[in-house]
């Protein structure tokens, strides 16, 4: 082994502190491994639930989509913790340049010194993934429970986890190595006074104008140029939101000089200006997640709004509803049919007849001038199977289809086709309001008492609905002793998709939002204890521990919570900038990500009270010396 190998694993368990620093990177890297391989893992599983239903490239890129989500903060938590203490090791790693060791054999002990706690820290998260698998297997995030070995994290998980995390924590070990020791002094002792380039706002501004115009022009779909216009939107908002934390930092610390007259303000507000990046590097993170979960959401928001999803909804948390077509014949059979279905609360029968253009034979091939079946109902008779509905008025037809105020005519329906002559339909139609789940079954309600309508009854279909008790034991498996086949328009595996992508984007944000305040609040503990001397120094010439202690906690908040702010708004516009063509009616979300915002506020609170913290410690004798 060389000698240069040797010393870094010597540093790696010297002195108390080293020892102190190498289990918290050994933890931070049980903790990222063990994240990420049940992650991975948890997202292959669910995707091969759905692999017969939806397209195996799309569930590819949500797969590629989580993965890359969860694994941003979670490597960041462990190349934080890796930069543990960085001043003091860069110091002690230049004076080695000092005896005379090359820059290559300094590198190679700073390597040493981090992958030997990295790779326990991994391997120690990678046992501890293998036997908690069956409890975890245990845990149903949507569908039903998985066998431990369901639960396979792949190639990529086990290369995320036991080369990924430590080459994270290596990297941002090596890297910032200063080859001298004026140069590791001089470049930890430096503020950064410089202002920040507004040129740091051009990709967000950029990417906001380019969503806004998605918004306002509100095309018809996202092919061809309008898709490539919010990829690139979305793309720049997320690197703007990055790139301006600084200014807006910087800014809010300028107007804070200004209005504060606290002690404690204005050595934070000081602070900030000196080094308004110092924390954009920690943070940048846990933003890039925040954004990612909340324009997903919005995208949610096309998936949950579909009919058949709120059809399955309603089955599932309200009521079932079934419907089955008989002729007059049958419809004794088919009522009692209905009723003896488990949870049937009623079953209704009402006449069906078919819509048309005058004139045209619906029966022909093509069958031109059809429009659709119509239900021949009273408002009470409307209420009763569609009490959501609204806007029904006695003696009127209501249109469920927007078919407009044309000139229609009616005829008998047997077996789906058109018999007997027509009838046209009188009287203005009104238009129904609210959730319909009748209307991808039926363009209009006539009402019975309409001229020409009553002849029509004897010999017409029957459309036959049941209501039942809430579940979906009725929709996947009907009575098979029945004659007629009960349907639903409930869609359940679309139901199943969505709630999947619900709680697994929950899911991602609960983790990226531990990670990154866990990663957040060790840089900031140890920032805050390098700070020693200057702390020393304010004490010396009669500050107080609470003015410090306040200081301390904005410091670290107002960057915590300008970035979440920043990218809960950015996230919620490129959510919203996929949303306006797939629903142009439908706006964000925005009580979905309430909670987040607050757990956004509670975190900066928590990580700014334990950062402050460090401030508290006493004062040793040989720190006034060196003063």
Known sequence: ????????????????GQRGRSVLVAIACALSAFVLLAVTASVRAETQSFVGQYAAAELQRLNLAVLATVALPTLALAASVG?????????????LRLLGVSPAETRLTAAVEAVVAALVGAVVGAVAFVALRPVLAGVRLVTAERTAAQLDPGWLGWLLALVGVPLAVVAVAVIPVRTDISSAVATANRADARRPSLWRAAPLALGLALCAVVRIQKPDNLGGAWGTVVLAGVTLVGLGIVLIVPVFVRLTADLLLRVATRPSLLVAARRLQAQPAGVTRTVAALMIGVFVVVGARGVLVAFETTPQYLEAKRSLESEQR???????????????????????????????????????DPNGSPPGGYIGNALVATCADLRRVAPQLRGCVDGRPTNLWPVGDRDLVARATVQSRSVGAEVPVVGTPVQARGEDPLGQNFAMVIPPSAPGIAALLPRTDRDVRVVAGPGRDLIEGPSPDANHAFLSSADLGSYDFVESLRRALWTVAGTILALGLLGLAITLIDRALVRRRELTSLRLVGTSPGTLRGAQWWEAALPIVAGGVLS???GALAGSAYLTPAAPEIGYPWGAV????????????VVAALTAVATTTRIRPEEIRVE
Not at 1 to 16: E, F
Not at 594 to 603: P, S, V
């Open 1 to 16: 082994m060389k000698p240069a190998a040797r010393l870094g694993l010597r540093l790696a368990w010297g002195s108390p």
């Open 83 to 95: 930069r543990l203490s960085a001043t003091v090791r860069d110091r002690r790693l230049a004076g």
């Open 322 to 360: 079934l419907w089955t077509t008989a002729s007059v014949a049958e419809t004794p059979r088919a009522i009692e049919e209905g009723r003896a279905l488990p949870g049937a609360r009623s079953v209704t029968a009402l006449p069906v007849v078919q819509l048309a253009e005058p004139g045209v």
């Open 568 to 570: 809960v708004l950015a």
């Open 594 to 605: 309430t909670g987040l915002l607050a757990a956004i506020a509670a975190g900066a609170v």
